[in-house]
């Protein structure tokens, strides 16, 4: 090997760890815009709506509401511009930066970066109502294809979202550094439905950083579907003969296929029968929503006859697979590279689960808990709630972010129902 070769390789290895650096150290940052005020009586107007008992103290604070432009990673490593919403009390968030990864969503339109105080947003008014109030600022990335990204979003697929929510922190430092707004060291790791599962696959990437600002104070990872590649396939293959039950398993059945055809290049017949495949990849080439999916899923699965069994819609080689956990399909594959229950925390953990949920089986809350206390987590370290059946899973958010806001004011002893 040449001396030249030789010092070209070293350079190019220096350049790689340099951008690495770089995008650990708060150089993601690319711009950030105002997206809107909410006074504090409006905040008041928003805490009321979403937590009627009280469970969320109202506030004095005004909220500036700043969506940034970041740089982060794609599915191949990648360098990305990602979006998402900064929601910071002026003045100050003393008690620190509390990340909010969100549920599941098809609508761009619905991407917390989108929200500018007015309308309908009810998860992202949710997470600002529960925090944003209390001396936290908080921000909410909308992940690899949504919000200003055209690419394919990644569903279900927590470990890979999980860098949309990394290297939004070291942005919302930079933002506020050059607004002058002092956020509080603290670190505060949530999210609900998918982004239950991304914040959990945020906070085991966390913990293997050593600087300083991505240390995890507490984390509260909510109603996530964690054991992908058994708990959740299981769920997702569970027959039942009610149609809405069915319908549902199919639009999120979509949404993963939907990736992995965008991605990959496989075709959506190689899983669905011809009728769905066709409706499907029309719906997705037209800027959907989550009602024109499940409509659409509604209407050609009652056409094609399929008496709400999925062994009448999708491909019998896949439904094999799939059934069997079979990992020569790319599908059960990535559930199991993306599987986030096995594994130990070393910050202390609070789980929030509803009882009887009909999209996201508890089941993956205890699985993941009693999997951490197998490997040694303690009962001090780690602890679960179980919000009761008078709850759903689209009702079950905001008691369930309640129950983060009292942790991580004031730890487990602020949740006594905590077990």
């Given at each position: ?31 950030s815009e105002l997206n809107g005020t909410l006074t504090s009586s409006e905040m008041n107007a928003l805490i009321a709506k979403a ?134 060291r603290e670190l505060f790791i949530t999210g609900y439905s998918e982004g239950g599962a991304v914040a959990m696959a945020l906070t ?216």
């Open positions: 090997m040449t001396r030249k070769l030789t010092f070209r390789r070293y350079i190019f290895a220096a350049a790689i760890t340099l951008a690495a650096f770089s995008l650990l150290n708060g150089q993601t940052l690319v711009k937590f009627p008992d009280g469970s969320v103290s109202q506030t004095t604070s005004i909220v500036e509401l700043h969506k940034v432009t970041y740089t982060s990673v794609d599915v191949n490593n990648k360098k990305v511009n990602l979006t998402g919403l900064v929601a910071v009390p002026v003045g100050g968030a003393p008690k620190g930066l509390v990340v909010y990864c969100h549920g599941t969503t098809v609508d761009r339109g619905r991407s917390p970066s989108k929200y500018k105080g007015k309308g309908e947003a009810p998860e992202t008014v949710e997470a600002i109502a529960a925090f944003a109030g209390g001396g936290y600022a908080v921000v909410l990335p909308d992940y690899l294809g949504l919000g200003d990204q055209k690419g394919a979003h990644p569903y279900p697929f927590a470990k890979i979202n999980a860098a949309s929510g990394r290297d939004i922190i070291s942005a919302a430092r930079s933002f506020a550094k050059q607004k002058n707004y002092k956020i509080g085991q990437l966390l913990q293997s950083y050593m600087n300083e600002q991505y240390q995890v104070t507490k984390s509260a990872p909510l109603s996530g579907p964690y054991d992908l590649s058994g708990v959740t396939r299981n769920f997702i293959l569970t027959e039942t003969n009610e149609q809405t039950g069915f319908v549902l398993r199919l639009y999120l059945m979509s949404y993963v296929t939907n990736f992995v055809n965008k991605e990959k290049g496989i075709k959506l017949n190689t899983f669905y029968k011809t009728a769905l495949a066709n409706a499907l990849g029309l719906n997705y080439r037209l800027n959907p929503t989550d009602e024109g999916v499940i409509k659409n899923i509604g209407l050609t699965t009652m056409l094609m006859r399929a008496d709400n069994k999925l062994s009448n819609v999708l491909q019998p080689a896949f439904y094999k697979q799939i059934k069997e956990g079979n990992s020569s399909n790319i599908v059960v594959r990535m559930f199991k590279e993306n599987d986030v229950y096995n594994w130990s925390p070393r910050v202390p953990m609070m789980m929030v689960a509803v009882d009887k949920d009909f999209v996201v089986s508890p089941e993956n809350t205890t699985k993941t808990y009693e999997t951490m206390r197998r490997r040694g987590v303690s009962p001090s370290m780690l602890k679960t709630v179980m919000l009761p059946d008078t709850f759903n899973h689209l009702t079950g958010i905001a008691p369930a972010l309640s129950k983060s806001r009292a942790f991580f004011d004031g730890g487990f002893g602020a949740v006594p129902e905590a077990k």
